[in-house]
């Protein structure tokens, strides 16, 4: 059963970026529970800063395991965030919705983070089982674990990076990092230092152009 959320930073607009996140995650063949896209971007002091720029939910093939967060902690986050098409009965959310609906607020700046680390090497970090998750030394890692992910994947793109999470393993799969990559304008031989394109609504929208066809 799938339970879609898809939540954006510019809810008004059309969002082409939230878009190809659904295409990446419904035209494959295995089940991830989530997409997110970690916009990079620089601080007042030149610093590297990766935060949330778009995301989209699926859920898991089995939403019927939920457990309960609370009566405030839920209407907290949906009056902060708006989610739309939550499964709130009895305010319950799944531990995987929960880890995707807390994540909105985060942002990543330490090198020794899974979605830094993936950005800052123009490459991919694929992590595929329960040990690898708990044994990574990265709080993002050890907290999808506790939340039901088994398989995380933080893949850099020129703009920033795209996270997967399914709850189930996947094995590390080359051609889908390069179709990723492809979405977004990507290629083998990323600079970190020409990261953070110039138009990126014009950008996302050339690629979605091209996808939609």
Aim: proline share 2%.
């Amino acid at each position: 059963m799938e339970n879609i959320i898809s939540t954006s930073s510019t809810p008004s607009q059309p969002n082409t970026l939230q878009k190809i996140l659904q295409y990446i995650i419904h035209n494959r063949q295995e089940w991830w529970v989530y997409a997110i896209f970690w916009q990079a971007s620089k601080d007042v002091n030149n610093r590297l800063i990766l935060s949330w720029g778009d995301g989209h939910f699926r859920g898991t093939k089995d939403t019927t395991g939920s457990t309960k967060t609370g009566h405030g902690q839920y209407h907290q986050l949906q009056k902060k965030f708006g989610f739309n098409g939550i499964n709130d009965t009895n305010n319950n959310v799944t531990d995987t919705e929960w880890f995707y609906m807390v994540s909105m607020p985060q942002c990543f700046v330490a090198e020794d983070e899974l979605v830094v680390r993936a950005y800052a090497s123009a490459s991919h970090m694929w992590l595929a089982s329960y040990y690898e998750l708990q044994l990574y030394n990265c709080e993002r890692a050890k907290e999808a674990n506790l939340h039901g992910i088994r398989t995380i994947v933080c893949i850099s793109t020129p703009s920033g990076v795209v996270e997967l999470g399914s709850s189930d393993i996947i094995q590390e799969n080359w051609e889908f990092v390069q179709f990723i990559r492809s979405l977004f304008g990507s290629n083998n031989n990323m600079n970190t230092t020409s990261h953070l394109p110039v138009n990126q609504g014009t950008y996302f929208k050339l690629i979605f152009d091209v996808v939609s066809v």
